[in-house]
C-alpha cells in the first residue's frame, strides 16, 4: 500500500521548544517538500529536496530545518527561531520530472 | 504582485451548474500547471494537470491554458455538493525544480 505517511497526526508543543515532524514515503519517489498551510491561505514551500543528502530552501525556510539521509524520509525541524510556528504542515513527494505531488495527511501544530 | 494569483472567491454555484475557476501566474518559464482538490481539514489532492496550451477534459474537469496570456482555469461541470471544497492551483517552473501555489479558491455546489 503505497504512499506518504505523516505523524503525528496532531502535535502541541510549548513555546521554546523544537519539534520534529516526520514524514516518509514509500513511493520510490526522488523529490520531497515541506509546505505550511495557514487558515484561508494557499501552500507555502519551507524545503524541498530533489535527492538524497541535498536539498534546497524554499520561499520560508527561516527558523525551520531539515535532512535527507534516506531516500523515504524527510524530517522537518520546527526551531524556537520561528516566530509563529502553528500551522497545518504538509509533506509531498514527486518524482525527478515533478509532474505531480502526492501529499500525505499533514499534521496540525500547535504551539503556546 | 503574487506569483499566483486565484479568483478570490468564496463561489457558490446551484447543484447542476458549472462552475468556473481561474488562475493567473507571473512566472513565464513555468512548464506544468495543476489543480488541487483540498477539503476542510485535509491534504490536497491532484484532480488535473495541463502542459500545452487549449483544454484538457476529464469526466465533468476541463482544465484550459493559455500561456500567452498566463492563465490556467478549471471548469467544473454538472456541479454537486461533493464538489464543495477549495481548489488550489499550482505552477511548476521545472528548472526551478519546485511549484508554487496559489491561496485557492472556496467552491461551495447548493443543493
Known amino acids: 500500500d503505497g504512499g506518504i505517511t505523516q505523524s503525528p497526526k496532531y502535535l502541541f508543543r510549548k513555546e521554546g521548544q523544537n519539534v520534529t515532524l516526520s514524514c516518509e514515503q514509500n513511493?520510490?519517489?526522488?523529490?520531497m517538500y515541506w509546505y505550511r498551510q495557514d487558515p484561508g491561505q494557499g501552500l507555502r514551500l519551507i524545503y524541498y529536496s530533489q535527492i538524497v543528502n541535498d536539498f534546497q530552501k524554499g520561499d520560508i525556510a527561516e527558523g525551520y530545518s531539515v535532512s535527507r539521509e534516506k531516500k523515504e524520509s524527510f524530517p522537518l525541524t520546527v526551531t524556537s527561531a520561528q516566530k509563529n510556528p502553528t500551522a497545518f504542515y504538509l509533506c509531498a513527494s514527486s518524482d525527478r520530472g515533478g509532474h505531480e505531488q502526492y501529499f500525505g495527511p499533514g499534521t496540525r501544530l500547535t504551539v503556546t | 504582485q503574487k506569483e499566483v494569483e486565484q479568483n478570490s472567491g468564496p463561489l457558490s454555484v446551484p447543484e447542476g451548474a458549472i462552475a468556473s475557476l481561474n488562475c493567473t501566474y507571473s512566472?513565464?518559464?513555468?512548464?506544468?500547471f495543476f489543480w488541487y482538490r483540498q477539503y476542510s481539514g485535509k491534504s490536497p489532492e491532484l484532480i488535473m494537470f495541463?502542459?500545452?496550451?487549449g483544454d484538457k477534459e476529464d469526466g465533468r474537469f476541463t482544465a484550459q491554458l493559455n500561456k500567452a496570456s498566463q492563465y490556467v482555469s478549471l471548469l467544473i461541470r454538472d456541479s454537486q455538493p461533493s464538489d464543495s471544497a477549495t481548489y488550489l492551483c499550482a505552477v511548476r517552473n521545472t528548472n526551478a525544480g519546485k511549484s508554487t501555489f496559489g491561496d485557492g479558491t472556496t467552491l461551495t455546489v447548493k443543493p
Open positions: 513511493l520510490n519517489h526522488d523529490a
Open positions: 495541463i502542459y500545452s496550451n
Open positions: 512566472d513565464r518559464g513555468s512548464q506544468s
